[in-house]
């Protein structure tokens, strides 16, 4: 599975925009993008996934260069309760089952 | 829909005790997963079950570690004997059949410590 690379940690006040970048230089032909939000004291949590371009959810939105080595998750208007750990993960999206392979992850802390 | 479901949410237990474990998962889904995040480490892969099968268990530590599924619904996972090096937050998650790396739910984790 490639490996990823992102800020340890990151600042933001309530309003802003926040994008986080992952660096994935030995991402795969078949390799999906995938980001998962995790609070304190709860399991990871789904945010948004993509393979080219952009994604858009109601949640953020997920910028992928035409190269795929890197990944910007963008979060508008980020409130205090987006505080938490925003992994980064790269894997087969195509394969019937896939287990998730978790780097250090970012921690956002928003404040006020 | 519940969610997944882990109990206890905490255990406390000395060197040398058993523990065991249980994740219920969303009913429906075949697939069950086990993660760890031991003390300043990342969140590894422990093992997968697709209904009462073990489809992979390379991320199991060692043999003091007992994962099952009977039935194919809830799952345990066994510490015995338990070491100070288990202690850590326990993650269990599923996805129903033919999901992609988007499709987990996780559950809340236990958090073990071994003292």
């Known amino acids: 599975l490639a490996k990823t690379t992102q800020p340890i940690s990151m600042d933001s006040y309530e309003g802003q925009e926040v994008n986080i970048t992952c660096s994935h230089n030995n991402i795969a032909t078949n390799d999906y993008i995938t980001w998962y939000q995790q609070f304190p004291s709860q399991g990871p949590r789904f945010i948004i996934q993509g393979y080219k371009t952009k994604v858009t959810n109601e949640v953020a939105s997920l910028f992928i260069p035409a190269d795929r080595k890197s990944s910007t998750l963008s979060l508008p208007r980020v409130s205090l309760s987006d505080t938490a750990v925003y992994y980064c993960l790269v894997g087969d999206g195509n394969s019937g089952y896939s287990t998730l392979t978790f780097g250090k992850g970012t921690m956002l802390l928003v404040s006020p | 829909e519940a969610g997944v479901t882990q109990f206890p949410s905490h255990s406390v237990i000395e060197k040398g005790q058993t523990v065991t474990l249980r994740c219920d998962p969303i009913?429906?889904?075949?697939?069950l997963y086990w993660y760890r995040r031991v003390m300043g480490k990342e969140i590894k892969f422990l093992l997968h079950?697709?209904?009462?099968?073990?489809?992979?268990e390379s991320g199991m530590p060692n043999n003091r570690f007992l994962a099952e599924r009977t039935g194919g619904t809830y799952s345990t996972l066994k510490v015995q004997p338990a070491e100070l090096e288990d202690s850590g937050v326990y993650f269990c998650?599923?996805?129903?059949?033919?999901?992609?790396?988007?499709?987990?739910?996780f559950g809340s984790g236990t958090r073990l410590t071994v003292v």
């Open positions: 998650a599923s996805s129903p059949p033919g999901q992609t790396n988007s499709g987990y739910t």
């Open positions: 079950f697709v209904k009462e099968s073990k489809q992979d």
């Open positions: 009913s429906g889904h075949d697939n």
